[in-house]
């Protein structure tokens, strides 16, 4: 009975080993394009959306890539409309920071439909139908790679990718262009 009730405790932590929900910080000071935060953000790489408050509500800045409480600024245009009339994307001591942003909203990579059905019942995550990242490269041409993953996302919302190789899950933000986590599956 005990070894049971460890196999199941053991199995219950390997599920919830990996925690998607945001993290919250502001940026404690900057200097040229890397900013300070006040608290660390928990993964290595992870992207991190910057928020100013305005008189009209909040307004989405930039992205950072973070490590611990360091940030690296790495889009300046986190809504992909580049050609229409935003703030300056310079980040101002005290501007909200939001790591994990989109993060319970991803896209799984898998080599078959079951695995893909696995994966979405062992996280507590929204996945979208794979069909239409495969019908996004097939529209536009492009192959799946680091660029094609950041323009999808941007498009759709989508905070993480789940890239399942093998019996690893490699989980991916395609914002920062980095694997943040790994974990055997």
């Known amino acids: 009975m005990k070894k049971i009730l460890l196999t199941l405790l053991l199995i219950t932590a390997a599920i919830f080993a990996i925690d998607l929900s945001k993290s919250y910080a502001t940026i404690a000071s900057i200097n040229g394009e890397s900013v300070t ?22 307004f989405a800045l930039l992205y950072l890539k973070t490590n611990g409480t360091n940030g690296q600024i ?37 080599p078959n439909h079951k695995i893909e059905e696995q994966i979405k019942n062992r996280y507590p995550i929204r996945a979208i139908d794979s069909q239409l990242f495969k019908s996004y490269l097939a529209s536009s041409k492009q192959s799946a790679n680091a660029q094609s993953y ?18 690893s899950i490699k989980i991916y933000d395609p914002i920062s262009e980095a694997v943040i986590a790994k974990e055997s599956f």
């Open 74 to 110: 790495i889009d300046k245009d986190p809504l992909g409309g580049n050609p229409l009339a935003t703030l300056k994307p310079i980040p101002k001591i005290g501007d909200r920071v939001i790591g994990g942003f989109l993060y319970n909203r991803v896209l799984i990579i898998a």
């Open 150 to 167: 950041k323009a999808f996302a941007k498009l759709l919302g989508i905070g993480l990718i789940f890239l399942i190789e093998g019996n």
């Open 37 to 58: 935060l006040s608290n660390p953000m928990p993964y290595p790489n992870m992207s991190a959306l910057v928020l100013r408050n305005t008189p009209n509500g909040d």
